[in-house]
């Protein structure tokens, strides 16, 4: 249960997350082409690596990357100094505003396996209680271990389907 807990951080565990992963993407793409900034062809393979990364590290849905058109667009409002390409820094701050989204998403998962999950395993237990031969052992469980159990289930459930896209 620790392990799983210790993927559920907060919004300051997932941010640090994203950063190790931008910063990697970007030291990446700067030594594949040998430039200090990212052009916008350069830009698109970046978000393409940070959105394959998120889909692999971060709990939660798949998410999809933007469109081409998407990534121009914000490109112009990050590009501070507008010379058309994105050093360290707008890069990061383009990455922060493109993944904004995915916290929220992120955060309602958790919710429903953290709080939704056990609940409705005590309610499952309950019920299952009246059956023979089931329900002796269902009430020799623990609440907690029982609880637990359901909610490894359904983290377990998620992380399987998501493999599967």
Same mark, same amino acid.
């Given at each position: 249960m620790g392990q799983v807990l210790d993927k559920f951080h907060g919004k300051q565990w997932r941010q640090k997350q994203i950063r190790l992963i931008t910063d990697k993407v970007y030291q990446r793409i700067k030594n594949q082409s040998g430039r200090a900034n990212l052009a916008f062809e350069d830009l698109y393979i970046a978000v393409l690596l940070v959105y394959n990364d998120i889909n692999k590290h971060l709990p939660g849905p798949h998410f999809d990357p933007p469109s081409k058109e998407q990534v121009r667009e914000m490109m112009k409002e990050?590009?501070?100094?507008?010379?058309?390409? =994105?050093?360290?820094?707008? !890069?990061?701050?383009?990455? *922060?505003? =493109?993944?904004?989204?995915? !916290?929220?998403?992120?955060? *309602?998962?958790l919710l429903i396996t953290l709080v939704v999950a056990p609940t409705v395993a005590m309610a499952t237990k309950r019920a299952t209680e009246?059956?023979?031969?089931?329900?002796?052992?269902?009430?020799?469980?623990?609440n907690s271990i029982y609880a637990s159990l359901v909610t490894l289930a359904v983290v377990w459930f998620q992380n399987s389907g998501r493999q599967i896209d």
């Open positions: 990050c590009d501070l100094n507008l010379d058309g390409e =994105l050093d360290h820094e707008e !890069f990061v701050k383009f990455i *922060q505003k =493109l993944t904004s989204d995915t !916290f929220i998403v992120v955060s *309602q998962g009246g059956v023979p031969h089931v329900g002796k052992v269902v009430q020799r469980v623990p």
